[in-house]
């Protein structure tokens, strides 16, 4: 599936993506679950994420939280506090460090609270999009907090392409976890 560009193309992405992804987190089996995620054998899986997380509610949190830097970065600019979307003392530089806090801070939520949390979040993201139109989603320069992007283009990467991630992730785990049984280790 393309970026989506239009509110109507950002809603249907990010829904279907939602649906895809619980029907993915539905499907693990057991042993998948309770099977901590080990890609280092993977030598094409380099980035630092691939090593944080290691089980679903790593991830569910992580879309969680990414969730809420962007309820709190878009309500803050609303209200005139001017903010960035990646608050401090992170930047777009330094948000892996960002993410490690979010795993750390989260070591403790339940997968069952990191579900409901997730789903919760979604709706709310999903609300907050349909507050505003095409044209203040998808126009540079809508909002001058925004920069050089698009409103539209923050919401698309905190929910589809997001779950877009999050699915590829849990599908390598699940590969691995069937060439584990495969092999017998």
Known sequence: ?????TKAGLLTAASKNFEALNALVSGLTE???????????????KEAHW????????????????????????????????????????NWKTYGKMNVAFWEKHQTTSLEDAKA????????????AETFTNEELFTKGAYAWVGGSTLGSYFV????SHYDWAMKKLKAHRKNCANAQQTGS
Not at 31 to 45: A, H, I, N, R, V
Not at 117 to 128: A, D, I, K, T, W
Request: aromatic share 10%; hydrophobic share 30%; charged share 25%.
């Open 1 to 5: 599936m393309s970026r989506p560009t």
């Open 31 to 45: 042993t998948e679950l309770s099977t901590e995620f080990d890609f280092s054998g993977d030598e094409k899986k």
């Open 51 to 90: 090593q944080r997380d290691k089980n679903l509610r790593d991830i569910l949190i992580h879309l969680y939280e990414w969730h809420q830097l962007l309820l709190n970065w878009v309500h803050s600019n609303q209200s005139g506090e001017n903010k960035p979307f990646i608050p401090q003392p992170y």
């Open 117 to 128: 949390m997730l789903l919760q979040s979604h709706e709310e993201v999903l609300r907050l």
């Open 157 to 160: 990467s905190t929910t589809a």
